[in-house]
Structures are given as structure tokens and as C-alpha cells.
């Protein structure tokens, strides 16, 4: 895809992959709007990239959603790409019933709310004569931690719904990609890495953004990188070995 000239929408872009992301498009000289629910963190995102959009959203509120997409449609009238970002990542221990409303927040931010907006935006991306949406998955949605059920399971249920939204939208102007993260350092899990004294943080985001940059430019369908690109390749037999390895620890 072409990273200049366009009109995009990042959510939980102020941080992260989605800061990158966001540096990655205003340096091809696009239009980015950031959202995400600190405008704090929303405010310091544009005093390092100045040119950025910002806007207050919570993606987990339907409402919200809905807000969104009417104030981007009608302020930023090119808008022409979705960057599905905004995440959360939480350890669940599944033997405690735990708190149903906090556990579900998961679910909706990382698989409701990608969804919804991508309804919401079809529409008008469907009239704009070059269009994306681009969903962040995980390389966990392909091996799953078993700490993290629910998120590795929202991951896993966003990679099948990229795959039968761009089955829906072949042939049509808007290109589906799915962005597939190995262990990328930032805020998602800091809680629990230092709760376990873990030290590896997994690639930067500036080397993660640089792995994908070229997947992206070239038009593939789905780009990952790092352990993320092998997972996506393993054969059945290698997923069961990897999550193995993965979870041969304590896992709750
Ligand atoms: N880091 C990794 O190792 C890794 C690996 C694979 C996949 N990913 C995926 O990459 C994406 C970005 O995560 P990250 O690693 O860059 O972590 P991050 O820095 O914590 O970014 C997540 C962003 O999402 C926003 N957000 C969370 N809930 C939101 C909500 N309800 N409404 C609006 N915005 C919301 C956060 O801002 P507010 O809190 O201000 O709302 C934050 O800016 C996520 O989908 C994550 O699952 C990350």
C-alpha cells in the first residue's frame, strides 16, 4: 500500500506500534488522526509529531464508535484508512471467576470495537478510489500464552475476521491487511513483565515498524516479523511445539 498521501485513522495510535505507525504515515506525508482514551498521552503523541490529529475515544463504547467515525468522515472527508491498534493485553487466572465486566473489557476493546469500526467505515471507504484497513493482531492469536487466554483469544478471532472481511471486500477499492506483532517493547504489558522480573522486552518499535514497512509498501496481505512471521508459517505440528515451549513455565 501506499503510505503517502492518504488520510488515516489510528486508534490507540498516541503509543506504541501505533505511534510508530503513525510517525511511518506522517513522514510519507499523510493526514493522521490519533485517538485513544488519555488526552494526556494524546497531547504529548503531538508534541513529538505536531502534524498529528488528535482526538479523545474510547473504543470499548459503541457510541463512541459511532462519534468517531461521523466526526472523521465529515472533518477529514479523505479519509481513506483504518489502523484497528487500540488493544489491551491483561494475564487471567481462569480457575478465579474473576469480575465478568473488567475480564469482558478485553474482548471489547481488541475484537468488538475492530469490528464495529470497520462496519462503520466501509461505507465511506467503499467510495474513495484507493482505501485500507489495516487490523493489529498478535502473533499470539496464531500461538497462543495461556496466561493471557482471553487476549490471545481476541487476537486469534481478529486474524479469521481479517481474513472473511477482505474475502468480503475482494474486488472492491479497500484492502485489508492484518499487522502481525511478535513481543514489540511498550506500555501493553509492562504490569505484568515487571510483576514477573521478566527482562526481555522484545524488538523496539522502531525496528518493528522498519520489519513492516516493506510487507507494507509491497501490498502483502498480511505482514509480520520476527518470531511473529515464524508463527504465522508454522505448520500444526510446529504451533503445538511452540506453544509448548512457550508455556512450559507457570502459566497462571
Ligand atoms: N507490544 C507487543 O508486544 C504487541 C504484540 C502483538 C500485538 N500487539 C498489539 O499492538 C497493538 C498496540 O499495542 P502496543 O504494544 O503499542 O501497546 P500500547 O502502547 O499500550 O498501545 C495501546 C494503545 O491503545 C489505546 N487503547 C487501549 N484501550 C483503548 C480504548 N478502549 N479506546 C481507545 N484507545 C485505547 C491506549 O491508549 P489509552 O490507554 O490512552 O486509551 C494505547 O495508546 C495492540 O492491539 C496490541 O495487542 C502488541
Redesign the pocket.
Known amino acids: 500500500m501506499r503510505l503517502s498521501g492518504r488520510t488515516v485513522l489510528i ?8 505511534l510508530g505507525l503513525a510517525e511511518a504515515f506522517v513522514k510519507g506525508g499523510s493526514t493522521v488522526i490519533i ?4 488526552a494526556q ?1 494524546l497531547e504529548e503523541a503531538k508534541a513529538k509529531l505536531p502534524a498529528l490529529h488528535t482526538r479523545v ?4 463504547d459503541a457510541d463512541q464508535r459511532r462519534d468517531l467515525i461521523r466526526w472523521v468522515t465529515s472533518e477529514f472527508p479523505d479519509f481513506d484508512v483504518l489502523v484497528n ?5 491483561r494475564e487471567v487466572d481462569l480457575w478465579a471467576e474473576g469480575d465478568w465486566e473488567a475480564r469482558r473489557q478485553e474482548i471489547t ?2 475484537l468488538d470495537a475492530p469490528i464495529h469500526l470497520s462496519t462503520l467505515a466501509i461505507p465511506h471507504l467503499l467510495q474513495r478510489p484507493q482505501a485500507a484497513i489495516i487490523n ?5 492469536g496464531f500461538t497462543p500464552m495461556a496466561r493471557m487466554p482471553i487476549y490471545c483469544a481476541t ?1 486469534a478471532a481478529l486474524h479469521s475476521f481479517t481474513m472473511s472481511l477482505r474475502r468480503q471486500l475482494r474486488g472492491t477499492s479497500v484492502e485489508v491487511i492484518e499487522v502481525i ?4 517493547d ?4 509492562q504490569g505484568a513483565r515487571e510483576r514477573r522480573g521478566q527482562t526481555y522486552r ?1 524488538v523496539s518499535v522502531e525496528e518493528f515498524i522498519a520489519g513492516i514497512l516493506p510487507g507494507l509498501e509491497r501490498g502483502d496481505a498480511e505482514v509480520a516479523y520476527g518470531t511473529a512471521e515464524r508463527g504465522r508459517q508454522a505448520s500444526r505440528a510446529e504451533i503445538d511445539e511452540i506453544f509448548e515451549r512457550m508455556n512450559a513455565g507457570p502459566v497462571r
Not at 493489529?136 to 499470539?140: A, F, I, M
Not at 506483532?181 to 514489540?184: D, E, R
Open positions: 486508534t490507540g495510535g498516541a503509543t506504541g506500534i501505533g485517538c485513544g482514551r488519555r498521552r475515544c474510547d473504543v470499548a491498534n487500540a488493544g489491551i493485553q476493546i481488541n493489529v493482531s498478535s502473533g499470539l487476537k506483532p511478535p513481543m514489540v511498550t506500555e501493553l504489558d522484545g
